[in-house]
């Protein structure tokens, strides 16, 4: 893994002055470090793995807490916690291969996969991957999670397996994804060929906040094109890497991912292609968010800079303080944590 210094030489970078409302950004890794931390404890959160990648290296990874409280676990970086809906990004990526193979188009009506929706017009399979299906498609941009599943029948008719078989054809395997697979609660589980016993092992327990302590309770049993993978944050930032590399689309076709929809008065909505795109403090970035019951996650792009930053926790602590299915990734304490520091004219230093 690169050392310290070498993460320090990546954040000597300039944006806009900061208000004076706002902390200076993080001096150090060290900094960067604690003040996740005193994130963590502020919202709540029992455990969270954390990576960070610059090109095609993972640069750093932490953890933070506990897996389990009752067995005084501690998160490792071999800890695994549901993803949520950061399983969007992979299942569109899925999509997004049967596009580039010609097995499937944007412009296709969904009804040509079965899939019946209440519309004022055609819905297409751009309008779900984006989630601008609702109302008078492609004119409105509303995050909805389970319309985003309905493209489970678009992958089972264009590709002749189920998304958790696909996934598992098209990217698990492929790169190596040892720690990643669908929810454990879930049938789907069994594709990965894993015990399950052996994999629940390195689970973290979920949890939520209830009346001034974290209470143990049940993940969601769903797995489908919106939701339910589980994994780490290191196999997650290889995911992130191999859609870099161009290993897992056509660079046109990420960077269509990549551009936020936009209505018919040229008016960007916050969502491209499975992935939100948006604008901080000038700088574009891609990123993406997960929330469920008891358990969160994060995805923060900056590709002008080659660097992504991956959180992944076992309560919703990460993601439900704040509004971020509006687009709103600034609204975030964890996001602007990174954001902050990686485009400072002040850098960390070791």
Same mark, same amino acid.
């Given at each position: ?21 706002? %902390? ?18 502020? !919202? ?83 309008? =779900? ?7 008078? @498609? ?43 697979? %669908?929810?454990?609660?879930? %049938? ?18 979920? !949890? ?20 339910? =993978? ?17 290993? =897992?689309?056509? %660079? ?70 704040? @509004? ?23 850098? @960390?230093?070791?």
């Amino acid at each position: 893994m690169p050392t310290v210094k070498i993460i320090a030489t990546l954040l000597a970078f300039t944006v806009g002055c900061r208000t004076a409302s706002e %902390p200076a950004p993080a001096k150090s890794l060290a900094e960067l470090e604690e003040r996740l931390d005193d994130l963590r404890t502020r !919202y709540h959160i029992a455990g969270m793995g954390a990576a960070i990648t610059k090109d095609q290296s993972l640069a750093w990874t932490r953890t933070f807490g506990l897996a389990d409280i009752s067995a005084n676990r501690r998160v490792s970086d071999a800890t695994v916690f549901h993803l949520a809906s950061l399983t969007k990004p992979i299942a569109a990526t899925v999509i997004l291969q049967l596009v580039d193979e010609g097995k499937v188009s944007l412009d296709d009506p969904v009804t040509k996969y079965g899939i019946i929706l209440p519309a004022q017009g055609t819905i297409l399979v751009r309008h =779900l991957l984006s989630h601008t299906s609702e109302g008078v @498609p492609g004119t409105h941009y509303s995050y909805n999670g389970n319309r985003f599943g309905y493209l489970d029948s678009v992958i089972a008719r264009a590709d002749g397996r189920s998304t958790a078989e696909a996934i598992q054809a098209r990217i698990i395997a492929p790169l190596g994804l040892s720690a990643t697979a %669908p929810n454990t609660a879930s %049938p789907d589980f069994a594709v990965t060929g894993k015990s399950k016993s052996d994999y629940l092992a390195n689970v973290a327990t979920g !949890y939520t906040w209830s009346l001034a302590a974290f209470v143990s309770t049940a993940y969601p049993t769903y797995f489908g094109a919106a939701a339910g =993978l589980m994994s780490t944050a290191s196999d997650y930032a290889a995911f992130s890497m191999a859609l870099d590399r161009d290993a =897992l689309l056509k %660079p046109a076709t990420k960077a269509l991912a990549f551009t936020p929809t936009r209505d018919a008065n040229g008016n960007d909505f916050p969502y491209g292609l499975g992935w939100f795109s948006t604008l901080y403090k000038g700088e574009r970035i891609i990123w993406h968010y997960g929330d469920w019951t008891a358990n969160s996650s994060l995805i923060v792009k900056i590709p002008s800079r080659g660097l992504a930053f991956i959180l992944v926790a076992n309560t919703e602590g990460l993601s439900l303080p704040f @509004p971020l299915g509006s687009g709103q990734l600034a609204s975030s304490d964890f996001a602007r944590v990174f954001l902050d520091a990686f485009l400072s004219s002040t850098p @960390p230093i070791p």
